[in-house]
Nanobody
Framework: VQLQAFGGGLVQAGGFLRLSCAACGRTSSTYVMAWFRQAPGKEREFVAAIRWSGGGTYYGDSVQDRFTISRDNAKNTVALQMNDLKSEDTAVYYC??????????????????WGQGTLVTVSS
């Protein structure tokens, strides 16, 4: 499975961006698709995840109520709508995929496939 993330850019605080992740190859309905982010000098942080089948969603505490993850099964894409962006949201955002059990959804080690990352910069 190959993942390609795009949609990052520079935005002012309070603004919005929409990231997309396209999955190519043999995907599975059992997959979980997720977004993680990594700021300079920090560990990779869970942002959001969605189950390919059923559409259950999960969010990191810092983005709850501001970000929304969604999927388009027909197009094999996952989107992350980011609203009310803050300077602390500045990071490289990565999409990831894998067969992940519920209890391990937030761990980057649970995911087998990763996109190349897209930079989001929020200016204050």
């Amino acid at each position: 499975v190959q993942l390609q993330a795009f949609g990052g850019g520079l935005v002012q605080a309070g603004g919005f961006l929409r990231l997309s992740c396209a999955a190519c190859g043999r995907t599975s309905s059992t997959y979980v698709m997720a977004w993680f982010r990594q700021a300079p000098g920090k560990e990779r942080e869970f942002v959001a995840a969605i189950r390919w089948s059923g559409g259950g969603t999960y969010y990191g505490d810092s983005v709850q109520d501001r970000f929304t993850i969604s999927r388009d099964n027909a197009k094999n894409t996952v989107a992350l709508q980011m609203n009310d962006l803050k300077s602390e949201d500045t990071a490289v955002y990565y999409c990831a995929a894998g067969r992940v059990i519920l209890s391990a959804t937030r761990s980057p080690r649970s995911y087998n496939y990763w996109g190349q990352g897209t930079l989001v910069t929020v200016s204050s």
